[in-house]
């Protein structure tokens, strides 16, 4: 009796035990499904919608409506800074600068923020026109430059930037930018 009690736990127990290495087998083929299912599953890029068409990037050439947004945003974090924001200024500008330009771009920005660290200097930029080149991977900003010491504002006037990129792939990089020198009036 003892013996008959003894082999039916023991199948008992080796049901349950195969049932769970059944089970175990299962959701490993299932995670390796997955896993490989993610891997070569298409990818997608959404962009927030504030866009006037759809935007395709492609490596043979960069597209206006690209240069734009990305000029767009490069100088709303270029032109606008103050000196509580300086090191965050000059990070975000080197975080979209090419490798190969970085260096003198680094240095002009460290002459910026040596000059106005520790000052109550605070420049803000309100665009009011732009102009992209894809061609020449360059795109001009004109708008209105207002510098504020403490909490007044000094100067108020309508300067125009340059910006220069390179474009690797389908990544477009600031190679350089500055502001274009007014032509001087002849009398």
């Keep these: ?5 003894a082999h039916d736990k023991s199948q008992g127990i080796l049901r349950q035990r195969n049932g769970l290495a059944l089970l175990s087998l299962v959701l490993g083929l299932i995670a390796v499904g997955s896993v490989v299912s993610a891997g070569h599953k298409d990818r997608e890029v959404v ?3 504030t866009l006037r068409t759809p935007l395709t990037l492609t490596s043979a050439k ?5 240069l734009e947004m990305v000029t767009r945003d490069v100088a709303m974090v270029a032109l606008n800074r103050s000196p509580q924001s300086l090191t965050y200024w000059m990070d975000s500008i080197l975080e979209v600068t ?3 330009a970085r260096g003198e771009v680094k240095k002009a920005l460290m002459k910026v923020v040596a000059e106005q660290q520790g000052s109550q200097i ?3 930029f309100t665009p009011d026109a732009m102009r992209v080149d894809p061609d020449t ?3 001009t900003v004109g708008g209105t ?3 504020v010491v403490a909490s007044k504002e000094v100067t108020s006037e309508h300067r125009t ?3 220069t990129w390179t474009y690797n792939g389908v990544s477009l990089k600031l190679k350089g930018f500055g502001m274009i020198a007014k032509p001087e009036e002849t009398p």
Excluded: G
Aim: charged share 20%; proline share 7%.
């Design 47 to 49: 962009l927030v919608p």
């Design 98 to 100: 090419d490798d190969q």
């Design 161 to 163: 930037f340059r910006f």
């Design 145 to 147: 430059l207002h510098t």
């Design 1 to 5: 009796m003892d013996i008959d009690l």
């Design 62 to 66: 960069v597209s206006p409506d690209y």
């Design 137 to 139: 991977l360059t795109s």
């Design 122 to 124: 605070t420049q803000f």
